[in-house]
Nanobody, 127 residues
């Protein structure tokens, strides 16, 4: 599975961005796709995830109400709409594909549940 993320950039606080992540290759076993981010000097953290079948979504508390994850099954693409951006959202954003099924969505918030990762796209939010 190959992932290509795009859409990052430099914006001001309060602005919006939409990240995209297109998957290709052996994607038929995909159960979920997620977004994680890593700020400079910090560990990678969960942002949002979506089940490929059914579309259930999961969000980190820090982005609830501001970010929205969605998918396009036909294009095998996941999107992350980011509104009301804050300087603390500045990070490299990574998309990932998870091949395992978990009845408890909690596991889709863990990076260990994802087997394939994109190259990352930079998001910088200035104050």
């Amino acid at each position: 599975v190959q992932l290509q993320a795009s859409g990052g950039g430099l914006v001001q606080a309060g602005d919006s961005l939409r990240l995209s992540c297109a998957a290709s290759g052996r994607t038929f076993s995909t159960y979920a796709m997620g977004w994680f981010r890593q700020a400079s000097g910090k560990e990678r953290e969960f942002v949002a995830a979506i089940r490929w079948s059914g579309g259930s979504t999961y969000y980190a508390d820090s982005v609830k109400g501001r970010f929205s994850i969605s998918r396009d099954n036909a294009k095998i693409t996941v999107y992350l709409q980011m509104n009301s951006l804050k300087p603390e959202d500045t990070a490299v954003y990574y998309c990932a594909v998870g091949l395992g099924y978990y009845s408890d969505g909690y596991y889709y918030t863990k990076d260990s549940s994802y087997q394939y990762w994109g190259q990352g796209t930079n998001v910088t939010v200035s104050s």
